[in-house]
């Protein structure tokens, strides 16, 4: 069956209005239109814009300097329609020009999508939903935008609240268990070799007993600091417990790195610290694991680790801090 071309009049699906023509709106119809929050756009079949409420008509000319009258006639079809340069979109602006097309076109009923705009006033979040709208020439299109930013952010919050440790601003074992889950499905698919390193700080309860709960987290801030300035951002460092750090390394250039690093962050953490005053110098139990390992799961392998370096203790539990 040939595809139907854009000025064919298809039947009416049954979950549509009756058909109507944009520019037989009544005032009232219009009104109502300008009277809601978000943007409203609708296109005719071939992706035309035939009429744009109050809300559209201000976003169109906080970006691109467009009255309404201007933006009337302009098809979303054509690159050249969206705001900025239209020969290096973005992904974006290419993902939703491919959305509207679906829907004029009829391959999908419906259309979303979360974009950040910018604007020379502002940066926000943009919702876009693309529904398809009956008309007498065929099946157009109702395009409608609405600003998200605070649902955005509060998400982003929540996201982050989960993901990240509030002390020392690192990923959380939660996050870690994710990357790790990425990282030895990489080695296994690759045969990249990838490495795990954790750390535990012996002297964190005895930090916390003899100077306050202030000076230990001031010392895990600072742990948190060394370990981020010695690995590649390419790499993760996580907080997974009271007082553990881990360093995932999804590739490694040799064999030998892991230890190479393994070393130098233990040298690193070896070297004193200036807790609030006192300057401290802490023991660190240390392990280290080539990914993708013998485990099956992240959660396993990160496990696993934990119990060897724990079985590296002194005998006795803790002891002192050395201070200057």
Known sequence: MAPKTATESPETPEN??????????????????????????????NGTIGHVNRAWAEFALESGGMSRDEVIGQNYRDAGFWYGNPEQ??????????????????????????????????????ELRVTPLALHAGIGALVMQADVTERKKTADRAWRRANYDSLTDLPNRSLLLDRMTQAMGLARRQSVEGGLILFDIE????????????????????????????VRKTDSVARVGEDEFAVLLPRLSDS???????????????ESFDILGNTITIAVTSGRVSLPGSAETADELLTMLEVETYAKKPEGGSWLPKTM
Not at 25 to 31: P, Q, R
Not at 203 to 228: K, M, P, T, V, Y
């Open 16 to 45: 549509l209005a009756v058909p109507f023509d944009i520019d037989d709106l009544s005032e009232a119809e219009s009104g109502v239109l300008d009277a809601l929050p978000a943007g409203v756009a609708l296109l005719d079949p």
């Open 89 to 126: 979109p973005s992904d974006d602006t290419v993902r939703a020009q491919a959305g509207i097309r679906a829907v004029l076109n009829g391959d999908v009923p419906h259309f979303a999508l979360d974009y950040p705009c910018h604007t020379p006033i502002r940066e926000y979040w943009l």
């Open 203 to 230: 002297q964190l309860r005895e930090i916390n007993r003899l100077f306050g709960h202030e000076s230990g987290d001031d010392l895990l801030r600072q742990c948190a600091e060394r370990l981020r300035a010695s």
């Open 256 to 270: 030998e790195a892991l230890e190479a690093l393994h070393n130098k962050i233990g040298e690193r953490l070896a």
